[in-house]
């Protein structure tokens, strides 16, 4: 990270600024991602999965994470960045052998990227069960209609596979009518309609797609699992996101304290340095405690995970995913307090940390969905 990522962020960031279009991938990524996987620091992510991966548990990796997620070019150095690790990890547990040789290799292998597509803009999507698009089979093929968006990966030149949730059957119980199948990028009737921007960032050359799917025609051995698992899948693909994302994040905030340290020792106002103010130190404690608070519930919910089933740790998951954003939201405001105009500026991470931070309070579910669900879990844990 530190003799090669972060002094690849200006060069990355000025390829984009610089080109023609933004929709780029600068020469500077794909040379991070051979040193690092000459150096055996790649697909590290993938917990239960040694053939395909380094074979770390959750635990192991936890730390490792939040060091990537200190540069937002970090986790795609080392094969580590989503949304291609849940959709490698969905190959993985429930992919096909041709499945797994076609598309989950070239992924391992950082040849390609891929996108999710399940959230929908007439429907909250933050219940799976309200996902509207369908996937209808007509003989050996599946043809599938429906308007996604937020999909996130869909705009990058280097995309080739997208995972597509639709119903295969309304009339199924609630959580069987959804199924998951892979979807070409250049299938005739996949459109990009438009990439979204986040904070008026449109986040190239990764980007978040609207994408609209019009008699689209696959395979039916495309499916992944079976019809009607689509809901499963999406749970058990969901749980490690978002774990991730709080990895990341943490690593996000211990930077954005460091950065807040270095900038108020060396800025002098009103005749002192900022570090001998008051408020600036109870900031700076304040920022460390909540970093540490939330590491140690991420490294217990890691080995949770790693103990007991996903489904069992999905209380602790529930918790981090809560906390790990709103602190490092909380935090990486401080650190651009701190620095003063500057910390809206291009010349730190800090304005692009906080619009992932408060991404992530939406992404893989809104805060309120979780505390619901960990409220009924924990009431009828105790209730009985």
């Known amino acids: 990270m530190s003799d090669n990522v972060y002094p690849a962020e200006q060069e990355y960031h000025d390829y984009i600024e610089s080109s023609s279009t933004r929709w780029v991938i600068p ?10 996987k000459e150096a055996g620091l790649w697909n590290l992510f993938l917990a239960d999965f040694e053939d395909y991966g380094a074979g770390l548990s959750n635990l192991e990796y936890a730390p490792l994470s939040e060091i990537m997620g200190r540069s937002m070019i970090g986790s795609e150095a080392f094969n580590c960045s989503a949304p291609d690790t849940g959709n490698m990890e969905v190959l993985a547990r429930y992919g096909t052998q041709a499945q797994k040789d076609e598309w989950l290799v070239p992924l391992l292998n950082g040849e390609i990227r891929s996108a999710f597509a399940m959230t929908e803009p007439a429907v909250a999507s933050s219940d799976a069960t309200n996902i509207q698009s369908t ?14 968006w937020w999909t996130s990966g869909a705009p990058d030149p280097r995309c080739k596979i997208m995972i597509f949730m639709g119903k295969t059957d309304v009339n199924a119980s609630r959580h ?11 299938t005739p009737g996949v459109k990009l309609i ?6 008026g960032s449109d986040d190239a050359p990764h980007g978040h797609a609207e994408m609209l799917f019009e008699n689209v025609r696959v395979p039916i051995s495309n499916i992944i699992g079976g019809e009607g698992e689509g809901f499963a899948i999406a749970q058990g693909r969901l749980g490690p996101g978002r774990i991730h994302h709080c990895m990341r994040l943490i ?11 270095d900038r108020v020792e060396n800025r002098v106002a009103f005749g002192k340095k900022l570090s001998e103010q008051g408020s600036i130190r109870e900031d700076i404690a304040k920022s460390i405690c909540e ?6 519930l991420t490294l217990k919910a890691a080995e949770r995970m790693d103990l007991v089933s996903y489904k069992e740790a999905r209380d602790l998951i529930a918790m981090i995913k809560v906390v790990a954003p709103s602190m490092a939201q909380t935090v990486i405001d401080r650190a651009i307090q701190a620095h003063g105009a500057m910390g809206l500026s291009q010349d730190t991470f800090l304005p692009e940390a906080f619009a992932y931070a408060r991404t992530v309070r939406l992404a893989d579910g809104p805060d309120q969905v979780h505390m619901s669900s960990l409220g009924k879990q924990i009431i009828r844990r105790y209730a009985s």
Request: with cysteine.
């Open 27 to 36: 020469p500077v990524m794909e040379e991070l991602k051979s040193k690092a």
């Open 135 to 148: 996937i209808r089979r007509e003989g050996n093929e599946y043809v599938i209609n429906g308007r996604k």
């Open 176 to 186: 069987t009518q959804q199924s998951q199948i892979l979807v070409p990028m250049d």
């Open 194 to 199: 438009r990439p979204l921007k986040v904070f």
């Open 251 to 261: 690593g996000c905030a211990q930077r954005a304290i460091e950065l807040m340290c």
């Open 291 to 296: 970093v540490e608070q939330a590491r140690l």
